[in-house]
């Protein structure tokens, strides 16, 4: 850990600085890995599924994610 | 009687203080000691709020681990009572397990150690005025400020000044009576002598609500040879038993695990202190064997005294520290929640006016609380909907629960209302405005969202009570379009009631921020669709003109119970975790974005 890494850590601790925005970044990364697998996932499931009405909101289950992850993925290049 | 007594005690110190100027020195000592410590108390909770909360929840894991927090905040903050009812906040709010929070007790016994050995090793052998006026003026210098953490600090400065004042002037007040009165003629010894002590040193603490107090003023009176040694342990004694009556005092207002911690600390403080009350002269020949070894001569008693103090506290952890878990099944057999029958009136469950001492305690009950009141208006909008709420949990097919339940459910809303809505949603609300209050505005920040999510769960219960009705009818109705329209209704919410129980109660936080954006998205379709229906069921002619209004406000209705459940879900969800809220929040779907992948960009019409 790098110097200046740890006195922003000792003072997100102390509550002196306020938390900066790598906590939010780090937590949209994490969701927006696990959304990519639930995609994927999802994906499976739909060519599985003959039922129209369960095909339909597994359709609207991945429309979802899509937009999630282009959410997540402007936060991260912001 | 609190009154009468106040009475009796200024009539009688009134009556003291002109007989002798001493007792004046001494009890202004006191006062201003205890002037100190609630200043020091003061100072500490400005970093509470963000500093202790932080620890208390990272290092309270493992009971040793409580027992060294509780043991190294109390040194820091002298002050083992502000630790007790962090202790006893933090159990109120869920945020720390009983065996935690006895853990901290413990360990905050060892902390007032530290105490003794400070008066009796630096307070009392140095001129300890000449420190506080500094320490004063510094004090009040830094309170002006605005900054929250030098105001703090400038509490902690004076709160330390003016404790080091008091000590000063008991220690004065002494001294002086030492020519004029010897209190060692009223000494009292023997096996008596230690239970009248004993007793006497745990009514001081009671009245004075500080058991440091009374260690200032034993050690003092001590050291100016005031009292004997043997009755100085007694009364030490009895000081460690009588702060467990202000931790009682404390724990009135918490829940029952709050109270049940303040148990646990007189049970631990009293049961300790009957050990020592039968091993005094054990415990006097041990002190003499070791103390050489500390470099404390034969004469010093109140450093003798000290050590006596840590041997004590020293012992009450090694009796009670390996029986933490068997302590906690003990207290969970004396102190047992009442349980409420759903008929019965309900109350709120976490919510106590502790809570309000810390902006994650607050946030934390505050959480909890709503959580419950949405699970009794979960209850009774499955029962306006004519199903119970276990079939929202069975895992039974939709088509399925609403076959089985072809028939009303006749409940009364207003009784429901009264019985399990109102006061929770009152008490909730009063909470709420009680810690905007009192908190910054990050925390209000944090909190406004939760208390309007129990704003959102009366309007959905609002909603369902109007929609109760004309359910009532129409699902047993002999027109079979209107009862199958009724039916989509209730297929609808059950449906979205399933997905919020699954926000609510997985684990996997991609699942619940999809299903929280999927949320919002069924409940626009479905609203659509429904307006599409209605229109060609009055087109062609197959319900009347009265069914069609009914189910066009019942639509509406069912759109109003949807869309607020799912605010409520979302706020929720979110603040559950303050470390991934903003995480969680930039991904869920936002109205408009809902919007857009319905192709709906108009705002719904007003009801």
Redesign the interface.
């Known amino acids: 850990m790098s110097g200046s890494k740890f006195i922003t850590k000792i003072g997100e601790?102390?509550?002196?600085t306020p938390e900066s925005d790598e906590?939010?970044k780090?937590?949209?990364k994490?969701?927006?890995k696990?959304?990519k697998?639930?995609r994927i996932s999802l994906k499976k499931e739909l060519k599985e599924e003959s039922d129209i009405v369960k095909r339909e909101a597994l359709k609207?289950?991945i429309?979802?994610?899509k937009?999630?992850i282009k959410?997540?993925k402007d936060?991260l290049d912001d | 009687m609190k009154r009468l007594f106040l009475i009796i005690m200024i009539a009688i110190l009134s009556y003291a203080f002109l007989q002798s100027k001493n007792i004046l020195s001494v009890s202004a000592g006191v006062a201003i000691f205890l002037f100190g410590m609630l200043s020091l108390e003061e100072g500490f909770r400005f970093f509470a709020g963000g500093l202790l909360d932080k620890f208390l929840k990272k290092l309270t894991s493992r009971i040793y681990k409580s027992i060294i927090f509780g043991a190294v905040t109390t040194t820091l903050m002298q002050s083992s009572g502000l630790v007790a009812v962090i202790a006893i906040s933090f159990i109120s709010a869920g945020l720390i397990g009983l065996a935690q929070g006895i853990g901290i007790v413990l360990g905050g016994n060892i902390g007032t150690t530290t105490g003794a050995w400070l008066i009796a090793g630096f307070g009392l052998k140095i001129s300890i005025a000449t420190y506080a006026m500094p320490m004063l003026v510094f004090g009040i210098l830094f309170i002006f400020q605005n900054s929250k953490k030098l105001k703090g600090f400038g509490y902690i400065l004076a709160g330390l000044g003016f404790s080091f004042l008091g000590i000063a002037y008991m220690k004065e007040g002494f001294e002086a009576f030492k020519e004029t009165i010897d209190l060692t003629q009223y000494a009292v010894g023997g096996f008596k002598g230690l239970l009248l002590f004993t007793l006497i040193g745990a009514i001081a603490t009671i009245v004075m609500q500080s058991s440091h107090a009374s260690l200032v003023l034993i050690l003092t009176a001590l050291a100016a040879s005031q009292i004997t040694y043997e009755n100085a342990i007694a009364l030490t004694i009895g000081a460690n038993i009588g702060t467990t009556i202000t931790a009682i005092i404390g724990s009135l207002g918490a829940s029952i695990d709050g109270k049940k911690l303040a148990g646990a600390h007189f049970l631990i403080n009293t049961l300790t202190g009957l050990v020592s009350i039968g091993l005094v002269p054990q415990f006097i020949a041990f002190i003499d064997l070791t103390a050489p070894f500390l470099g404390i001569r034969e004469n010093d008693y109140a450093l003798k005294l000290a050590l006596y103090h840590t041997y004590f506290n020293f012992l009450c952890v090694a009796l009670f520290a390996p029986l933490v878990e068997r302590m906690v099944s003990l207290l969970n057999r004396v102190f047992v929640a009442q349980k409420i029958k759903e008929s019965e009136r309900d109350d709120v469950l976490f919510i106590n006016d502790l809570a309000l001492d810390f902006e994650d305690t607050a946030q934390t009950v505050l959480l909890k609380e709503t959580k419950h009141l949405y699970a009794n208006v979960f209850d009774i909008i499955t029962k306006g909907l004519s199903i119970y709420k276990e079939d929202i949990t069975s895992g039974m097919d939709i088509e399925d629960i609403i076959k089985i339940r072809s028939h009303a459910l006749h409940v009364d809303m207003d009784e429901f209302y009264e019985k399990r809505i109102k006061d929770i949603y009152g008490k909730i609300i009063n909470f709420a405005i009680l810690a905007q209050g009192k908190f910054s505005d990050d925390a209000n920040k944090r909190l406004i969202p939760i208390k309007n999510a129990n704003l959102r769960i009366v309007e959905a219960f609002k909603a369902s009570k109007h929609m109760q009705k004309n359910m009532i009818n129409y699902i047993e109705s002999d027109n079979e379009f209107i009862k199958a329209e009724y039916n989509h209704i209730r297929k609808n919410l059950i449906k979205q009631l399933r997905n919020m129980q699954l926000i609510f109660n997985t684990t996997e936080e991609d699942v619940a921020v999809l299903l929280l954006s999927k949320l919002k998205l069924d409940a626009q379709k479905y609203d659509i669709a429904a307006n599409k229906s209605l229109d060609n069921l009055i087109r062609t002619n197959k319900i009347t003109y009265a069914m069609a209004t009914s189910l066009m406000n019942d639509t509406t209705y069912a759109y109003t119970i949807a869309s607020e459940l799912a605010e409520v879900a979302n706020t929720l969800f979110v603040h559950e975790d303050s470390d991934l809220k903003e995480g969680r929040e930039a991904l869920i779907l936002n109205e408009t974005e809902v919007d857009d992948m319905t192709n709906n960009p108009d705002k719904r019409r007003s009801a």
């Open positions: 601790l102390f509550g002196i906590s939010k780090k937590a949209v994490e969701l927006v696990k959304l697998l639930r609207d289950s429309k979802i994610i937009k999630q959410k997540g936060i």
